[in-house]
Each structure stands twice: as C-alpha cells, then as structure tokens.
C-alpha cells in the first residue's frame, strides 16, 4: 500500500485498508470459483452391471469404463443436488449408445451417433435428484417389466413403463469409453451466489472510493 500524506485523515487511511481487503478477498473469490469447475474422474469398477437396479454409483462428472466382449451395457446411478440443462457427452473406441432414466427407472431420452460419427450426446432438463445413465456399443435397447424393447434414441415412448436393464441385440465390437458429464443452471434471472458476492465487493469499493474523493 502507498505511503499516504500526512494530511491524510483518519478515515481515508480506513478507506484504503478496506480497499485492500476487498481486493483480496475478490481475488480469493475468483479462485475459489475456478476450482469448482475442475472435476476427478470415476473409474468403472470390475464391469459395471447393465441392471439399472444394481447400477454402479458414479461419484464424479466425468467417468470412464470399458465395454468387453459379451458385455451387454454398463449403467450408472448419479445423484445431483441441483437441477439444470444436464449434457451427456459419449466418446471412445466404441459406436456409442446412451440414455438417461429417471429415479423410477422410466426411460427418458437417448441417443446412438450424434452429428454423423459414432460419439453420442443428449441434452435433457433435470431435477435434483437421482438418475441413471446407460451406456454400450451399437445397438442399445432399454427392456422394460413386460419385456418390450426400446432402441435407446430419442425420447423414450410415452407409457413406456419401468425399465430393467439394456442390453446389445447386435454383435459387440468391445472398447473403452469417456462419458462427460456438465449441468448448466437454468437461466432464471438470478445471479450465482459468488457472482452476488463479487458484485457487492465492486459496488462496495466504488462507495469507498467515492467517499475518499469527497
């Protein structure tokens, strides 16, 4: 901090170690901000089941498995704490297939190739809540309680019912695969808690130093 001048008043040097302060603690806002967008990485465990009731429970937004000779399909089970545009991003050595089932196991959305190549990706409005997310090679079905197949792309078919499991109905060309995770808030007019705090720290030091100047 500057040397003030001696005529300096006792409440502009007060002004000015606030000032510091705030700068400070925007800064360590700023960076506690950025650390919450870095994400580790869930590894498949053994081979993940294609039962939705015995999914494995996925800890992190990004997870990585690998789908083997025979292996009909893996699942996930995620739980979110907030609701949002959640965006599942399927790529890898496989044709992937993917698609999202709510808590009651009800088939929701899914998608084989999107934009021409064989990585997959669906884009779907959430609650907080939890959610199961299926993957496999080329071609995907959902089976649900009455035995009814559902080819996993696109919306699921209304009165669909309760799903079991995936499984492949074609022949399996086995390798590894990433799945992306991200959720996106809803656009609700309604600043982030630390976009509040780093408005009211701006609007804050602009006091302060109006007040210096007067």
Do not use: C
């Not at 907030?82 to 399927?90: K, S, V």
């Not at 009814?148 to 009165?159: E, T, V």
């Not at 109905?169 to 656009?187: E, F, H, K, M």
């Amino acid at each position: 901090m500057e040397n003030l001048p001696a005529s300096a008043t006792k409440i502009e040097r007060k002004a000015e170690k606030m000032k510091t302060k705030l700068n400070k603690l925007s800064l360590a806002l700023l960076l506690a901000a950025g650390m919450t967008s870095a994400h580790a990485t869930y590894i498949e465990s053994g081979d993940a089941s294609n039962f939705l009731a015995s999914a494995q429970l996925a800890t992190d937004m990004l997870i990585q498995g690998t789908i083997g000779q025979g292996d009909e399909g893996d699942v996930y089970k995620l739980v979110f704490g907030t609701g949002g545009l959640l965006t599942i991003n399927a790529t890898g050595q496989i044709d992937t297939n993917i698609a999202l089932f709510d808590a009651g196991f009800q088939a929701l959305v899914g998608n084989d190739d999107s934009g021409g190549g064989l990585d997959s990706m669906l884009t779907y409005a959430i609650s907080a809540g939890t959610y199961y997310i299926g993957i496999g090679d080329y071609a995907m079905y959902a089976i649900n309680a009455s035995n009814q197949a559902w080819f996993m792309d696109g919306l699921a078919p209304a009165g669909f019912g309760t799903v079991s499991h995936i499984e492949n109905q074609t022949s399996i060309d086995p390798g590894a695969y990433t799945l992306t995770l991200s959720v996106q808030p809803r656009s609700n007019g309604v600043p982030e808690p630390a976009t509040v705090g780093l408005l009211g720290l701006g609007l804050l030091g602009l006091g302060m130093m109006r007040r210096k100047r007067v």
